[in-house]
């Protein structure tokens, strides 16, 4: 994953955060602390640390006033350690702190892996062949299924979850999110919002999910053959797996589908290629594998829209009140009314999209 340096107004405390690492984590080698920031990611703020071949990674919330509930640091580390034991793609943490006299927010450690991690290209000494890029589709299929296969009774993660309601829960609580976080009038907003509520379905399973599976969350080993690494678990919890489903299908974007879309979060990705999945065959494959009904999955993928849409809208938020300076954020009312209008042409079934 690239490092760059850090953004400015994003720097972390190095002396403070030194000198905590070296109290709390054991056989830490001599040299400096070296600290950079990844490029990717719109929410939590991650870094990369390393001294003298030692590395981890830092994550902590972003900057300015977050949502209720949101960027819980405490959770996420839970969640890692609860599902790690389990499913072997999810990072180490390390160790978890709510000091904020260290870096000024609470934080935690985990591993840092390496691999490769596709988003907008292929690394440049490997070819694109569309069996290749089938393999990849397929992993990530089957990998969602995995984690909805496992036994979330035989974990922690009751004590941090609250799988009751969680559907009814979901879709009121991200209405409420847009609401505070909206700076324009957007019609198909108003729309999405009375169609959700009115079409609530009644959820059939409960298990892990991941809640933002996406192309660039995961990481692969370097031939592409097996991913190794899954990031950004801030929203994992035990929910409706369909739920999941949906927010996979809501990222992943067909050549077919309106430029509009493609560039909704920044380049054309990779799945536009041939030979990766439709969104009907990465369903048909995690459907083969989970063995799961998808007779309902529109609704699903519908609330997945709107919530993308709700995210973006959160960014645009701080962007506009000054919380952040990072320059990508700066389109970003246009891609929520993107979303917003994409999400309610899907609703009404407009547009052919699956």
Same mark, same amino acid.
């Given at each position: 994953?690239?490092?760059?340096?850090?953004?400015?107004?994003?720097?972390?405390?190095? =002396?403070?955060?030194?000198?905590?690492?070296?109290?709390? /984590?054991?056989?830490?080698?001599?040299?400096?602390?070296?600290?950079?920031?990844?490029?990717?990611?719109?929410?939590?703020?991650?870094?990369?640390?390393?001294?003298?071949?030692?590395?981890?990674?830092?994550?902590?919330?972003?900057?300015?006033?977050?949502?209720?509930?949101?960027?819980?640091?405490?959770?996420?580390?839970?969640?890692?350690?609860?599902?790690?034991?389990?499913?072997?793609?999810?990072?180490?943490?390390?160790?978890?702190?709510?000091?904020?006299?260290v870096i000024g927010a609470p934080f935690f450690i985990m591993e840092r892996k390496h691999g490769v991690v596709?988003?907008?290209?292929?690394?440049?000494?490997?070819?694109?062949?569309?069996?290749?890029?089938?393999?990849?589709?397929?992993?990530?299929?089957?990998?969602?299924?995995?984690?909805?296969?496992?036994?979330?009774?035989?974990?922690?993660?009751?004590?941090?979850?609250?799988? =009751?309601?969680?559907?009814?829960?979901?879709?009121?609580?991200?209405?409420?999110?847009?609401?505070?976080?909206?700076?324009?009038?957007?019609?198909?907003?108003?729309?999405?919002?009375?169609?959700?509520?009115?079409?609530?379905?009644?959820?059939?399973?409960?298990?892990?999910?991941?809640?933002?599976?996406?192309?660039?969350?995961?990481?692969?080993?370097?031939?592409?053959?097996?991913?190794?690494?899954?990031?950004?678990?801030? /929203?994992?919890?035990?929910?409706?797996?369909?739920?999941?489903?949906?927010?996979?299908?809501?990222?992943?974007?067909?050549?077919?589908?309106?430029?509009?879309?493609?560039?909704?979060?920044?380049?054309?990705?990779?799945?536009?290629?041939?030979?990766?999945?439709?969104?009907?065959?990465? /369903?048909?494959?995690?459907?083969?594998?989970?063995?799961?009904?998808?007779?309902?999955?529109?609704?699903?993928?519908?609330?997945?829209?709107?919530?993308?849409?709700?995210?973006?809208?959160?960014?645009?938020?701080r962007y506009q009140n000054g919380q952040t300076s990072d320059p990508?954020?700066?389109?970003?009312?246009?891609?929520?009314?993107?979303? /917003?209008?994409?999400?309610?042409?899907?609703?009404?079934?407009?547009?052919?999209?699956?």
């Amino acid at each position: 994953m690239t490092t760059i340096p850090v953004r400015s107004g994003e720097e972390l405390n190095k =002396d403070r955060l030194e000198t905590f690492l070296r109290i709390h /984590m054991e056989e830490l080698p001599t040299g400096t602390l070296h600290v950079t920031q990844f490029a990717e990611g719109h929410s939590n703020l991650t870094y990369a640390l390393s001294i003298d071949g030692w590395e981890a990674v830092l994550r902590r919330p972003p900057l300015g006033p977050v949502a209720p509930k949101a960027h819980n640091m405490e959770r996420e580390f839970t969640f890692l350690k609860e599902i790690k034991p389990f499913f072997d793609a999810a990072p180490d943490p390390f160790l978890y702190t709510e000091d904020t006299s260290v870096i000024g927010a609470p934080f935690f450690i985990m591993e840092r892996k390496h691999g490769v991690v596709l988003d907008t290209r292929f690394p440049e000494q490997i070819e694109p062949d569309p069996a290749l890029c089938r393999h990849i589709s397929a992993q990530m299929a089957e990998r969602l299924a995995d984690l909805h296969r496992i036994d979330y009774t035989q974990t922690g993660l009751m004590n941090i979850t609250r799988p =009751d309601g969680f559907l009814k829960r979901q879709v009121e609580g991200w209405i409420s999110r847009y609401q505070r976080a909206a700076t324009d009038d957007i019609p198909a907003a108003d729309q999405l919002m009375k169609w959700l509520q009115d079409h609530l379905p009644d959820s059939k399973e409960t298990t892990v999910i991941h809640y933002d599976y996406k192309l660039n969350n995961a990481m692969f080993t370097n031939d592409l053959r097996q991913m190794k690494g899954l990031f950004d678990w801030e /929203m994992a919890t035990v929910g409706d797996p369909l739920a999941d489903l949906g927010v996979a299908l809501s990222y992943w974007i067909e050549a077919t589908d309106p430029d509009e879309v493609k560039h909704a979060l920044g380049g054309t990705p990779v799945t536009t290629l041939p030979g990766f999945y439709t969104r009907d065959e990465f /369903m048909q494959q995690y459907s083969l594998h989970s063995g799961r009904d998808l007779a309902g999955v529109h609704y699903y993928f519908v609330f997945a829209y709107f919530k993308l849409a709700v995210i973006a809208q959160q960014i645009y938020y701080r962007y506009q009140n000054g919380q952040t300076s990072d320059p990508r954020f700066a389109s970003f009312g246009r891609t929520v009314k993107t979303l /917003m209008k994409e999400g309610e042409e899907l609703r009404s079934h407009k547009g052919g999209r699956s």
